[in-house]
Structures are given as C-alpha cells and as structure tokens.
C-alpha cells in the first residue's frame, strides 16, 4: 500500500526565519514520484515540484528547497528566509505505478507571522 | 490562457438531489481527475479518466457518477447516495502517468 504522512499538522514562524516541512512515504513501487504543492486561502493547488525516484538530487529554486532521501523515504521541504505570502497548506504525494493517481498526506498549514 | 475551469465556485443542495459540478480543461491533457476535500484533511481521489470513454473508481468512489464524452470536460455527479456529500472538490489534469497534476479553482459543496 502506498501512504504518505505528514507528521506536522500546524507550524507558526515569524517572518525572516527558515522553516523545514517534513514528509515521509511509503512505497513498494521501485518506481514512483513525489511532489509538493501549495494551497493558499483561495483553496486552489498550486504545483511546486515534481521528483522522480531515481533522482535523488536535491533541488533548489529561490527560497525553496527540496531534499529527498531513499534511505530514509523522505522528501522534506524548506522554505528559506519565510514570508508572510507563504502562508498556506502545503501538501506531499506521491505516485507509483496506479495510473498516476496521487497519494496525498494530510497537509502542513504555515503560518508566517510577520 | 491555458488552465482548468470548474463550475460553480459554492453550490448547495438540499438532501436527496442529485447534483453536476462541471470541469472543464483547454491543456490537451488526456488525464482528468476528481478529489475530494473535507477540512483538515488531505485529498482522496474519486475517480479518474486517462482517455475519453473511460474512467476508473478511485478510493471513495461510491455515491458518486462521471463521464468523459469529450476530452475537454470531466464532469461530476454527487448522488443522492453520498451520504455525507459537504466537501470541497477540485478537478484536476496531466499529460498522463508520471506528469504533475494541474488543478482548478475547485466548487464548495454544501448539503442543507
């Protein structure tokens, strides 16, 4: 079965301080893929990154950045230097080999005090 | 531009009606998705399509009706069946498979 958790329901930063969102997964698929996107208030998803399993470099775009960990079937997110904007519910998902469905864990809601 | 529509942004319903929340894609993309939301909670999908004339249940998919005619719309019916329908629901698209998902704005159901 393929799962993914977000073990941090709600995190509270104030604005300037760097914030890691953790997420763990769990796959049998020897091939699958991992994203994270961003829900604002607006409740729209908006895509943020996609990795592939047999990648494992890590990825920076801004103040984003992603490290991704097959040993430890991790894909944390961190938000450098946070700002208010970045307030949102930030989900994680994964995708095997089900048709690209995606798994989504539960949701991180950031809050960015300024 | 390019993106994903869904119609309405709120509906409501009284109990016992059997209700369509359209979505609507111009991306040529050949996947299409249904998810439901509930607060606090992250995405279940209800069905999806990877071409037209076909779909497939997701994990939540009873009370619940699609079709795909075109490749351009996906739409959703919420039947009298879903017992407990008040979420919000977005449609989502892809290229297919490995390719991330796109979503629209979503439609906020609520059952009176």
């Known amino acids: 079965a393929q799962k993914v958790t977000q073990a941090q329901t709600e995190i509270s930063v104030v604005e300037k301080e760097d914030v890691t969102l953790d997420c763990v997964y769990e796959?049998?698929?020897?091939?699958?893929?991992l994203f994270w996107y961003k829900q604002p208030p607006s409740g729209e998803l908006v895509f943020l990154i996609r990795?592939?399993?047999?990648?494992?470099q890590n990825e920076i775009s801004g103040r984003y950045s992603w490290n991704f960990q097959k040993s430890t079937s991790s894909f944390n997110f961190t938000i450098t230097a946070s700002q208010v904007v970045d307030s949102a519910v930030y989900f994680c998902?994964?995708?095997?080999?089900?048709?690209?469905?995606?798994?989504f864990g539960q949701g991180t809601e950031l809050s960015v005090k300024p | 531009d390019g993106g994903i529509t869904q119609s309405p942004k709120y509906l409501f319903r009284k109990e016992g009606q059997n209700v369509t929340l359209s979505c609507e894609q111009n991306?040529?993309?050949?996947?299409m998705y249904w998810y439901r939301q509930d607060p606090g909670q992250g995405l279940r999908l209800i069905y999806y399509s990877q071409i037209v004339n076909d779909f497939q249940k997701g994990d939540i998919a009873e009370g619940y009706s699609v079709s795909r005619e075109k490749k351009e719309s996906f739409p959703l019916t919420v039947t009298s069946a879903q017992k407990n329908p008040t979420a919000f629901y977005l449609c989502?698209?892809?290229?297919?498979?490995?390719?991330?998902?796109?979503f629209g704005p979503g439609t906020r159901l609520t059952v009176l």
């Open positions: 991306l040529n993309h050949d996947a």
């Open positions: 990795r592939n399993s047999f990648d494992e």
């Open positions: 989502a698209s892809n290229l297919g498979l490995a390719n991330e998902q796109f």
């Open positions: 796959t049998r698929d020897t091939t699958y893929y």
């Open positions: 998902a994964l995708s095997g080999r089900g048709g690209g469905k995606l798994i």
